[in-house]
C-alpha cells in the first residue's frame, strides 16, 4: 500500500464579485505519480457545483513559491512573503486563489519526505504505463 498526502487547506478565492472569499481546498501527493501534484476544491466553491481538481507538476508548485512560474494552464507565484497565488486558465475562464505559503511548504516537505527531488524517476511503473497506453491504442 502507498502513503498518500491528502492535506487540507485553506484558499482564498480572487474574484471581483461578488469579492474574495475563503474556501476549503486539498492538496494531495501520491508517490504512484511522482512528478504531480492535485489541488481540489469542492462542489460549493465551482460556479457549476461540482468539484473541481487541477494536476500540475510539484516542482511548478515549489517554484511558484519563490518567483513566477509556469505556462499554459496553471501558473504559480509568491505574494509578499506568507502568500501564493495559483492562476488556473480553462476554455471557461480563469480562476486565482491564495494559499498561505507556509501550507504549501509544509505539503511539499511532506511530499519530498516521500519521494525525494530528482528520485521520482524511481518510482515509476514505466511497464505499467507502457501496458495501458497499448492497449488504449
Given at each position: 500500500m502507498s502513503i498518500v498526502i491528502d492535506q487540507a487547506i485553506r484558499a482564498q478565492l480572487i474574484a471581483s464579485a461578488p469579492g474574495s472569499r475563503a474556501i476549503p481546498a486539498r492538496l494531495r501527493y501520491e508517490p504512484a505519480d511522482p512528478f504531480a501534484v492535485r489541488v481540489s476544491f469542492?462542489?460549493?466553491?465551482?460556479?457549476?457545483?461540482?468539484?473541481?481538481?487541477?494536476?500540475?507538476g510539484r516542482e511548478l508548485l515549489e517554484?511558484?513559491?519563490?518567483?513566477?512560474?509556469?505556462?499554459?494552464?496553471?501558473?504559480?507565484?509568491?505574494c509578499g512573503p506568507e502568500r501564493t497565488v495559483l492562476e488556473f486558465r480553462a476554455v471557461e475562464g480563469m480562476a486565482m486563489v491564495q494559499l498561505h505559503t507556509a501550507d504549501v511548504r509544509e505539503f511539499l516537505g511532506r511530499s519530498y519526505a516521500l519521494v525525494a527531488a530528482g528520485d521520482e524517476g524511481g518510482?515509476?511503473?514505466?511497464?505499467?504505463?507502457?501496458?495501458?497506453?497499448?492497449?488504449?491504442?
Open positions: 469542492p462542489p460549493a466553491a465551482s460556479l457549476d457545483g461540482y468539484e473541481v481538481e487541477w494536476t500540475f517554484a511558484g513559491t519563490l518567483r513566477p512560474s509556469g505556462r499554459g494552464d496553471v501558473h504559480v507565484w509568491p518510482h515509476l511503473d514505466v511497464d505499467a504505463e507502457l501496458t495501458a497506453l497499448l492497449r488504449d491504442a
